[in-house]
């Protein structure tokens, strides 16, 4: 399965992705909002229907910090590289190093996502299971 060009959307919250993406299209850098994102993979579950898996990397630029935002999906962090600080609502910040992993359930909010560094950035693999065709980035809910 081919993915498309990511589509920006400034009115809506950016994520751990750092951009809106929008159904079956993906844009790969967002260098305004310091991160660049390379899809990797998008595959439906067969045994699973309704669902896929997408696969992100998502590289944070020095200092970087994302707004508040949710998923609806079950979201997989897995740090390659640098530093960084994540925390879902109502859950403790922590720290995440290299090897360190951070789970999201589809009723998450996110309200914190930072790169530590201010000199270097951080690289993440991010692997959402989600309903296909659906935007894996969402603003947060009031509920």
């Given amino acids: 399965m081919r993915i ?24 790969a850098d967002d260098a305004d909002e310091g991160v660049k994102v390379t899809p990797l993979m998008q595959r439906p579950f067969p045994d699973l229907p309704g669902k896929e898996g997408l696969v992100l990397l998502v590289e944070f630029g020095p200092g970087h910090a994302d707004v508040p935002h949710r998923h609806n999906a079950h979201v997989f962090v897995y740090v390659l590289e640098g530093s960084v600080k994540m925390q879902v609502k109502g859950g403790k ?50 509920n």
């Avoid at 498309?4 to 844009?27: D, Q, Y």
């Avoid at 690289?123 to 989600?130: A, G, R």
């Fill in 4 to 27: 498309g060009k990511f589509v920006r959307s400034r009115a809506a919250t950016i994520g751990a992705v750092a951009v809106m993406l929008s159904p079956g299209s993906l844009h």
């Fill in 93 to 142: 910040s922590v720290v995440l190093k290299p090897g360190d992993m951070f789970y999201e359930n589809p009723q998450d909010v996110h309200p914190v996502g930072v790169n530590l560094s201010k000199t270097k950035p951080a690289k993440l693999l991010v692997f959402f299971v989600k309903s296909e065709n659906a935007p894996p980035v969402l603003p947060p809910t009031d």
